[in-house]
C-alpha cells in the first residue's frame, strides 16, 4: 500500500464538516486516525464531524479525563481517544488501546505525536496545522 500525502486547506467550520462527513463516508473497520496538532486547532471539532458523517448521535467532546469514549450510535463504533495527559505510547497500551486498535470499529486519537511509538502503521495521519489567514487549517493528509 503506497502512502500519499495531500494537503487541504480548510477555511472555516463548513469546510471542516464537508472534510469530515467525506472522510467518515470512506472510513471502513479497524481504521485509524491519527491527529495532530497545536492546542485549539481543531481535532476535535474534526472528529465531531467525523462521527456525525460515520451516524454518530452521542455529543463529541475532548475525552481528555476517560482517555477513550465509546460511541455505538453510527453505522460503525467510533473509538475517541484523547492522550493529552499521557506521557508514553506504553501508558496507552496500559489502558488496552492495542484491543480497540484491532476492534470492528473506527479510532480517532488525538494528539497522536505524543503515542506515536505504539499506534499502527496503518493508521491514516491529519496533522493539522494553522494557516496563514484568520480561521484557515492545514490538513496534511497522509494516507
Given amino acids: ?19 469530515g462527513m467525506e472522510l467518515a463516508s470512506t472510513l471502513e473497520p479497524g481504521d485509524i486516525l491519527a491527529l495532530i496538532g497545536d492546542l485549539g486547532t481543531g481535532k476535535t471539532t474534526l472528529t465531531k464531524y ?10 463529541i467532546d475532548s475525552p481528555t479525563f476517560n482517555i477513550v469514549k465509546e460511541h455505538k450510535s453510527g453505522r460503525l463504533p467510533l473509538f475517541h481517544f484523547d492522550v493529552y495527559r499521557l506521557s508514553s505510547g506504553d501508558e496507552l ?23 506515536a511509538d505504539v499506534i499502527p ?23
Fill in 50 to 59: 467525523i462521527a456525525k458523517g460515520m451516524g454518530v448521535t452521542e455529543n
Fill in 1 to 19: 500500500m503506497s502512502v500519499q500525502e495531500q494537503i487541504i486547506y480548510i477555511n472555516n467550520e463548513q469546510d471542516t464538516e464537508a472534510f
Fill in 121 to 143: 502503521e496503518k493508521a491514516k495521519v491529519i496533522l493539522i496545522e494553522y494557516g496563514d489567514k484568520q480561521g484557515e487549517r492545514v490538513y496534511r493528509c497522509i494516507f
Fill in 93 to 115: 497500551l496500559d489502558i488496552g488501546a492495542d484491543e480497540y486498535f484491532y476492534a470492528d470499529g473506527v479510532c480517532i486519537i488525538e494528539w497522536a505525536d505524543i503515542v
